[in-house]
C-alpha cells in the first residue's frame, strides 16, 4: 500500500535507502507521501502497481501501488545526487506510463 511504501521510505533514509529499478538503473526514493483518496485523485484506473500515473503539482510524481497512490517528491538516479520531482523531471523524464520494478522482473 502507498502507506506502506511511504514508512519504508522513511525508515530507510539515510540507509539502506528505498529503491526500485527505474530503466537500467536503480532509482532512489528519498521522500513520498501516500495521496489521500478524498483529495479527488483516483490513480490510473486500472493501472497496474509501479505505474506512474500522473503528477501534480503539490504531491510529486504519482505513482499507483496497490493500494492507492503513492507521490514521490524527492528521487536519485545511481552515481547523481538527489533532486527534488520537478527538477528530476526536468532533467531525467519519467512519462506516465512508466513501470517501476523490482529488480528480480
Do not use: C
Not at 525508515?11 to 521522500?31: C, I, K, N, Q
Amino acid at each position: 500500500s502507498a502507506d506502506h511504501i511511504e514508512r519504508m521510505v522513511r525508515a530507510y533514509d539515510p540507509w539502506p535507502g528505498a529503491r526500485t529499478v527505474f530503466g537500467d538503473s536503480w532509482l532512489r526514493v528519498h521522500e513520498a507521501t501516500p495521496v489521500a483518496s478524498d483529495d479527488g485523485r483516483t490513480g490510473g484506473a486500472g493501472a497496474k502497481a509501479g505505474t506512474v500515473v500522473g503528477v501534480d503539482s503539490e504531491r510529486g510524481i504519482l505513482v499507483q501501488t496497490g493500494d492507492g497512490l503513492l507521490g514521490m517528491l524527492r528521487l536519485q538516479m545511481a552515481a547523481r545526487k538527489a533532486l527534488a520531482w520537478k527538477d528530476f523531471l526536468n532533467g531525467v523524464g519519467m512519462p506516465v506510463g512508466t513501470v517501476f520494478r523490482t529488480q528480480e522482473n
